[in-house]
């Protein structure tokens, strides 16, 4: 069969496999503290929006991690079917955020990126974007340049740290990390490659958001001494050993809680034992966990198609350390933490 053929054969495969009902969900989630609880701005707040996004709020500082809301459904992701924001979605469901000052996206596939310039014009007007060069070329016609970050020079590994990103209150600080990005289904990887040039326009269709160089992050709130209150580790996909690691860290702060990404992690090796055994978090969040393809943001969510959750939660709670917690976070739904990633229930 001519390569061109079997490509489109294994397109149109992989196109049907993903179209099929996907996983009901049968773990546990997260139950958000009683009312009669105090929650005091003090505390870590991490607000779940469903794929990668979330919000982290601490000490009066504010970041977001790129929130999708549209979720076209996947027929219509392909490579000759226009494609464009929800507006009316996103100004349904997302939450307050004219005080976010840092949104961060880990890579530029349209389910991170494709609702950021419209969150950027009409939710966040203050904050900045951070990225890799492929993200800022990708949304140098529909940002103001001054409000785009990218990071491909300021990344770490697992071998070096990378530099540190101050927020403009200087009480919250990030750091890129080089990661990598599974493969989507039987080897194969959609939407790869990068842009070298700024694009005068948004991609009309799926294929035209690049993956770009994938990143993870660091995030630290910071105490008024400058000494870290809390630090997290973010991904939004499965990432293959040695990518997505942290590397050692002059001050020695131990990894507070970690956000895990169960979507594609059976195409790659050791995945969440890398992460789970790199960070030894004491709280694990999973993040991009349900099918969000066309989903109903107000009903009952599934668990991302093809991919197996008992196999995914029984590898994790192998692989945790002995006394820490993990959550399923709910839509929308708000985890509030003590010091050092205690989950406050």
């Known amino acids: 069969m001519p390569h061109s053929s079997l490509s489109r054969f294994l397109l149109l495969l992989a196109s049907g496999l993903l179209a099929a009902c996907s996983s009901k969900l049968h773990l546990p989630t997260y139950q958000q503290p009683s009312a009669s609880q105090t929650i005091s701005e003090d505390q870590l707040s991490i607000q779940y929006l469903g794929v990668g996004g979330h919000i982290l709020s601490y000490n009066g500082s504010k970041i977001m991690t790129a929130p999708s809301f549209s979720?076209?459904?996947?027929?219509l992701a392909g490579p000759f079917f226009p494609m464009s924001a929800d507006e009316e979605a996103i100004d349904t469901y997302m939450p307050a955020a004219k005080d976010v000052s840092m949104i961060l996206v880990g890579h530029a596939h349209y389910d991170h990126l494709l609702d950021v310039p419209y969150v950027m014009q009409q939710h966040t007007p203050d904050a900045h974007v951070y990225g890799s060069e492929t993200m800022a070329h990708t949304l140098a016609g529909s940002i103001d340049k001054q409000r785009i970050h990218a990071l491909n020079d300021k990344m770490g590994d697992v071998n070096q740290p990378g530099e540190w990103i101050y927020g403009p209150d200087g009480k919250v600080r990030i750091m890129a990390l080089k990661s990598a990005h599974a493969p989507h289904i039987m080897?194969?990887?959609?939407?790869?490659?990068?842009?070298?040039?700024?694009?005068?326009?948004?991609?009309w269709h799926a294929f035209g958001w690049k993956e770009g160089q994938t990143l993870a992050y660091i995030i630290d709130f910071l105490n008024a001494d400058q000494s870290v209150a809390h630090r997290i580790f973010y991904q939004d996909a499965a990432s293959q050993e040695p990518a997505g690691l942290v590397p050692p860290l002059a001050d020695g702060k131990a990894i507070d809680i970690a956000i895990l990404c169960p979507a594609s992690f059976s195409q790659i090796d050791d995945y969440p034992e890398s992460v789970v055994r790199n960070t030894q978090a004491k709280h694990f969040i999973l993040g991009h966990w349900e099918d969000f393809f066309a989903n109903d943001l107000e009903g009952e969510q599934r668990f991302v198609r093809l991919t197996d959750q008992d196999e995914f939660i029984q590898r994790l709670e192998a692989a945790k350390p002995a006394n820490s917690t993990w959550v399923l976070p709910q839509l929308f739904s708000t985890q509030y933490f003590s010091a050092n990633g205690a989950l406050i229930q």
């Open 187 to 203: 080897g194969i990887k959609f939407m790869g490659g990068h842009y070298d040039e700024d694009q005068q326009d948004l991609p």
């Open 71 to 75: 979720n076209p459904h996947f027929l």
